[in-house]
């Protein structure tokens, strides 16, 4: 592993790659405190997926507090890293993934807006977890409109709400003041 590399994963995606694909650590520190509130493991064998799972990181701290993790995303760049540390990788968009596995936690941040379809999605989302399974979420507020060359989309605070409509809201919060984390229980 190359020495640690500190950056904004979200701003240059394709850089963060090239540095995990070298072998180096990169650490987003706006987007890790997204996955340290995942509770740990409930028991021996809890499963997780991490969709659209980018450089790896909060898949790896999923496996840290005791689940046994896959993880997807159409950039390949983190699947060396991530297969060292026992974590299954699929080099698929959210669109192409399918398992047979159903999973007792799921997280999607940050990965709703990447998508033309997420309410499709969510509705695979739906699929994929156990009864009683649990969402972790986070979406971009970003007016209505964004200016990243990766979204498809932006969305509104009421968008947003409304694409997890008939989930059951356990938890929120607010990440750097436009970031929208919402806990939820399977329908």
Same mark, same amino acid.
């Not at 190359?2 to 650490?27: C, Y």
């Given at each position: 592993?190359?020495?640690?590399?500190?950056?904004?994963?979200?701003?240059?995606?394709?850089?963060?790659?090239?540095?995990?694909?070298?072998?180096?650590?990169?650490?987003?520190?706006?987007?890790?405190?997204?996955?340290?509130?995942?509770?740990?493991?409930?028991?021996?064998?809890?499963?997780?997926?991490?969709?659209?799972?980018?450089?790896?990181?909060?898949?790896?701290?999923? =496996?840290?507090?005791?689940?046994?993790?896959?993880?997807?995303?159409?950039? =390949?760049?983190?699947? *060396?890293? #991530?297969?060292?540390?026992?974590?299954?990788?699929?080099?698929?968009?959210?669109?192409?993934?399918?398992?047979?596995?159903?999973?007792? !936690?799921?997280?999607?941040?940050?990965? !709703?807006?990447?998508?033309?379809?997420?309410?499709?999605? !969510? *509705?695979?989302?739906?699929?994929?977890?156990?009864?009683?399974?649990? #969402?972790?979420?986070?979406?971009?507020?970003? =007016?209505?409109?964004?200016?990243?060359?990766?979204?498809?989309?932006?969305?509104?605070?009421?968008?947003?709400?409304? !694409?997890?409509?008939?989930?059951?809201?356990?938890?929120?919060?607010?990440?750097?003041?436009?970031?929208? =984390? #919402?806990?939820?229980?399977?329908?």
């Amino acid at each position: 592993m190359g020495p640690w590399v500190e950056r904004n994963v979200w701003n240059d995606i394709p850089t963060a790659i090239a540095l995990r694909m070298q072998g180096h650590l990169v650490v987003d520190w706006q987007a890790i405190d997204r996955y340290l509130t995942v509770p740990a493991a409930p028991h021996p064998g809890a499963r997780a997926l991490d969709c659209c799972t980018g450089v790896g990181q909060g898949a790896f701290i999923l =496996g840290l507090k005791g689940y046994v993790v896959d993880a997807f995303d159409k950039w =390949g760049g983190s699947a *060396a890293f #991530l297969e060292e540390n026992g974590i299954r990788f699929y080099h698929q968009a959210f669109e192409e993934f399918t398992t047979p596995s159903q999973y007792d !936690l799921i997280c999607a941040c940050e990965c !709703l807006e990447h998508v033309a379809s997420p309410v499709q999605c !969510l *509705a695979r989302i739906d699929k994929w977890l156990t009864p009683g399974g649990l #969402l972790r979420a986070t979406i971009p507020i970003e =007016g209505g409109h964004t200016d990243n060359p990766y979204h498809v989309r932006g969305y509104t605070e009421v968008e947003a709400r409304a !694409l997890f409509a008939g989930w059951k809201i356990t938890a929120e919060e607010w990440y750097q003041n436009y970031i929208l =984390g #919402l806990w939820l229980r399977r329908p």
